[in-house]
Structure formats: structure tokens, C-alpha cells
DNA sequence: TTGAAAGCGCTAACAT
DNA sequence: ATGTTAGCGCTTTCAA
């Protein structure tokens, strides 16, 4: 079934069928309704290659997850990108765009990755959910070739030409900090997330500002460098009590860390938060799942998604043309563990 | 840049490039050498809306993820539902093919999020992961119109026209059972999952057939209709308390439930395994993050999406025509809970 | 307000 | 082994 064979069940030509489906102006009411109706009765709608060829649009959009597979969808946290995904699909499809997924297979490269997505024709544009140091190649032939595209997340180069949404990061990490001292601990150590990474780098950073804002020096040995996974959350906390620095509380770089940092104060016997206070980021349904229930940076992960994906939209169709960055705000969530 | 340009820059027509494109084999060494050559100098590839128009396939595959959005990707098991599209954009990329995602909206009826896919006139096949109640819509109109699509789970109609990958829901079941009933367990209860969905009834079925393979009585009192949920997981638990009836076992219908499960029966003094055991199945990373690591069912969730993957594509390149089923093994793996 | 016709970039049948 | 040519099904001038 084709746009001629709608047009001669409708009685006029490929274009006026054309100009209906498009929601041209100039068409009677008349004849507007009579090809709508054949249309329903046909169950009708258009082959996208041919209207892709000629309008040189495919209204797809794509999506790039490309952390590595382990980290992303693994053990602890496919709650961040899931939702991630359902908030770049719900706005995608708000405005008739699909979405196609691109994600890291286990037995290729990075550059291979890349260059698959690269190679891939069949997008109008992308938004890229990724730690930005391994994709200087996306970026720069993204850039290069004027494809339209919005990180998720503060790029580590070229942050002015880039349009990306984030959460103020520092700022964020300022305020978890402050609540801790607002709890009058004084000792507080933190184990950030990968420190490739800009919201760990800024999580670190917002949480030097606190400390020196309080007038406390930064203290090395209350710093130890992880990644946002559960494990490398028990293992640094482990670090820490190994170092037998005296510490009565940890700003963890997310809530995956901040429970494997639980899960091993826990095991040598101190309390939380009695002992130790922790406080984690992300506010992931984990934070609620056990007991203490975890004190949070909560940000809306799915809005996250969602003004990225508006983001590139209006990028695509040529509203908006400088690079454009938006910080979403985030909350303090008080619970059990501070 | 289009192939012709290519062709002008390597002295050959049009025709030759593409055929060195698709791997012809009539075309001499020295030109093909030629053509990539210039092929990789220019970075180009080939315009793929022109390219279906004329061969009628896209290569694109899509994945419908067609459970309410809360349930496919909340709280507790994205991690399913992830590793499910990992195996199938693994395979989808070895066969050189991309991967659509369809996501339920928020704001959107089933009847309205099928049509949005059955419009959509991209994709050579489905994939499609549901509880298959639902979708008669969808899948009569994938029959109708004979597009190509696999199943992910057993359908509850048209089961013999319909290619599925699954696991034996009842045999794993049936051993789930058995392994309490070995511990000596007599008083075996049972939470369920969605009882309008194969996984969900198939699972129930093992439970009974266990029960009676082993001289007992099924007692409706031990059953509790629940649904693929932490949360469901604990009201069922506490259902079944406050029936009073002993129990000293449980056989949860997946990981999610028995943690809700755990959780209430912890609430009240009892001992998981002492006082009563739990079983549950999927083997999601939550089995092993808290006390007690809970004894499960695993299944091989990735590879049910590659399988799928290939058998879709197998649909969509004219092999194995008539519809197929796959039933992937399961493993018992015992651990502190039971 | 409508129709005729050109052309988007490729593949494939046919010719050589 | 290579070139010529006719579409694939749409949108978009241009003309009427």
C-alpha cells in the first residue's frame, strides 16, 4: 500500500495525499476528509525510507550508552540508566521520534562502538549518556560533522561548544557535606565515583569547598578514589578503616557506594549512623530497601532524559543553535543513615 | 556524499561501487581495492533510507518492552529487563542490524503505544518482551500482516504459530520445590507472580505438580496470587500470616518477591532458613546483597535475548520458516535461605 | 486548491 | 567484470 494507491481510492493525486498527511494548509475540507477516511480504512501510513530519502530527516533519534556494559546495566545501578532511557523515550515519542539504542557490546572497542554509531546513518541526531574522556573520537566527529547531540552529563572538554544537562554537581556535594557538619561530625571522609568522570569530579569538589567553607582542612587521608559501583564502595571503606584515620562520617559519590561503605562498617561492627553517618547520591529505590535507610542527594534521573531529549529536538529542527547547558536542581533527602 | 561521488573518484560507475558495497563477487581485485580505498578516504556510507527503499529492508530491529512502564523499569527489577536488551543488541550488532526500543508512556494506553509500533514502518521484525494477555492487538496484526517477531516468554494463544524463547517454567519450579521438599520441608507456601502471564501460571503449575509428585495435598491455603513485585512480595507474606496456617517453606514466584517476602517474615521474629526457608528465581544480583543470600532458580536472561535475536533475524532473512520454540536450561542454586 | 513531474541515493536486471 | 538504466515511494517545486 502507497500514497497512489490512497490517491485513486480518493480521487485525487499523490499530492493532495501528500499535503494531507503532512498537514499542508491548502487542502479542502473536503477532500481533506474523504483521503483521511481512506486512510483509516487502509490502516495506511507511509514508507519512511521514501520520505526519508527525500526530506533528508529520519526522525529517529539515537541513543548512546556507552560506559562499559558491566558498569552500566550490571549489579548495581541499571535503576539510573533505565530511567535515563524512559525519560528520553517518553519526550522522543512526544514528538514522533523513535529512538534507537546503542549500547557497548562486551567484544568490541571503544572505537569500534564508535565508529558503529558513527557510520550509522539512520539518526537525526544523539544523546549521549557516557563518561566523556573515552569519547573524544564521538565527540570530535560529532562536532565536526555538525551532527546535532547533547550529553548527559558535564563534558571534560570543549564544555562551551557542547550542549549538555547535568545537576550541579558541587553544589550538591556542598550541601550533603554541610549536612553533615550540621550534625556536628567533624571527621568526614569521602569515597568518590570515578574520577574520570565530571560528576565525580565535581562531587569531589563540592565536598572540598564544604570542608574548607567549615574551616577544616582538607584531609588526604580522608579521601579515597572509587567508582560508582557497590563494590568499590565496600572496598574503599575498608580502606579507610584500614588507614585507622578516627572518622565519624563518609559523603559516599553515590548511593551504590554508600551501601557497599555501610555493608563493611557494618561487618566490622560500627553503627550507622551512630558511629558513622553516610550519605549517599542518586536516591536510587536501594537507598529505601534496608535498613538504615540511606540519607540521599536525590536527582531526577528521569528529567535528566527528558530535557536532553527536548534539548536535541530543538536542535534538530533548528530552533536554538548555541550550545546550551542545563543544570536540573537536586534535594536533600534526610533519612536513617545521617 | 553519495556513491556516485565515490564512483567518480575511483573511475568506476555507480553499479561497481555498490557492488563492492555489497560484497559482489564479480568485481576484479584491482577495483575493489580501488573503490575502498577511496571509500575509506572519503568515510562514507552508504545512505540507508535509499538503500531500503529499494531492497524493502532496513536492517532494524525492534524491542517492545510492553509492561507498564513502573513494573518493566522501577524499583526492582530494571536489572531483568536490562540484561534482556543487552543480549538482544549484542546479537542484533553481530548480524549488522539496529535496535528500535519501544517503551510503554506514561500517558499512553497499551491500545495506543501498539499502534504507535504497528504505524511504524521501520522495522524488519520484533522482538517483543510482555506479558502477552494484553497484546492480542498487537500480535494479531504482527500475524496478519506476517511480520516477523519472536516472543520473549511463552504466549498463552496461538501457541504453535508463534516462535518464543523461554525457559521451562514448570520443570524449573517443579526443582525448586523439590529441594525444599528435600530439606524436609512440608508446609511449602507459595507467592506467585502475575497469574496472566505464562511465566507467572507455568511457575504455579510446577509448585502444585511438585507438591503432588510428592504425595501431598495442594492446600489453597499455602497459595497467594501475587504479582512480579518486592512490595507484592511482602503483602503476600503477610497474608499468608495472618491466614495462621503453619508454613515452614516458601517458593516465591521471582528474587523481587522473595526479598518482600524475607522482609516481612524478618519483621515479625522469624528466622530465614531456621523458622522458614525461601526460594525465589531469576538470580538477580539482589539474591546475594543482603542477609540471607537467597537460594534461587537462575536464568539465563541474556541469552534469551540473543536467542531471540537470532531467531528473529532467522524470520526476517527466510530461514527456518515455521515458527519455533526454545526452551533455555535453569540452574538451582542453593543458598543460605533454604 | 489541486495536479504533473522531477528527483532524493541507492540496487538490480539487463546489456555489453 | 563493468556500465546503463529503471525504478523503490515519497516530497516539493512549478504550473494551472
Redesign the pocket.
Known sequence: ???????EKA?????????V??G?????????HKVLEVIENEG?????????????RTDVIGVVLANRVEEVFSADSPYYFSNLIQGVSDTAHDHDFSMLLWLEHSRESVEQFYQRILKNRLMDGLVIAASVTRENLLLNSLLKSQTPFVLLGRPLQYEDQISYVSVDNVQAAQMAVQHLLAQGRRRIATITGNLDDADGIDRLEGYKRAIQNAGLTVDQALITEGRFTRDWGYLCARTLLQRGTPIDAVFAGNDAIAMGAIQAFTEVGLRVPDDIAIIGFDDLPIATQNAPHLTTIRQPILQKGARATILLIDLIEGRGQQPTQILLPTQLVIRQSS
Open positions: 500500500m502507497k500514497l497512489e494507491d490512497i490517491a480521487g485525487v493525486s499523490r499530492s493532495t495525499v501528500s499535503r498527511i503532512n499542508d494548509r491548502y487542502v479542502s475540507e473536503k477532500t481533506r495506511f501510513s507511509p514508507n519512511p525510507a521514501a520520505r526519508m530519502l527525500v526530506t533528508q
